[in-house]
């Protein structure tokens, strides 16, 4: 839209700069690019030079509204730029805290570990030694009291 406008410029302008500067003062046969009009009174040649504003008013229309939806365009796609960041920079946020916590879960779940080994070895010991119980250490020591 903005090329085709700014063609539509670039044309008028010629061709309002060719009548201005080939045609002085008369308007008997005003010529354009080399080659007469046929334009004999001045009204003919008024609604050329409309025509011709018109036409690059619309190029002028043209340029601008080419610019305005391309200025439009361009604020949109920094817009989602700025969307992929943030949603980039939470990604590794959550992404750190996933790790985080999985390492948390690591370290807890490797002192569990420790600690049931740690139990099953007490255990194991409590089994296999000769340790009394309170029951026969009870009835032991209270046979000594009674004999002193």
Known sequence: MIILGLLLLVVAAIFGLDLIWKNHFTIRSPALFGQTLGIH???????????????????????????????????????????????RHDRDQAQAERDQVQAERDRVQA??????????KLHRRVDHDDIPTDASAGTHSSGATAAD
């Open 41 to 87: 009174n001045a009204a003919e040649f008024f609604i050329l030079g409309a025509i011709t504003g018109a036409v690059l008013l619309l190029g002028i229309a043209m340029v601008l509204a080419g610019m305005r939806r391309k200025g439009t365009k361009a604020k949109q796609h920094r817009a989602q730029r700025k969307e992929a960041s943030n949603a």
């Open 111 to 120: 002192e569990r570990d420790r600690v049931r080994e740690e139990n099953e």
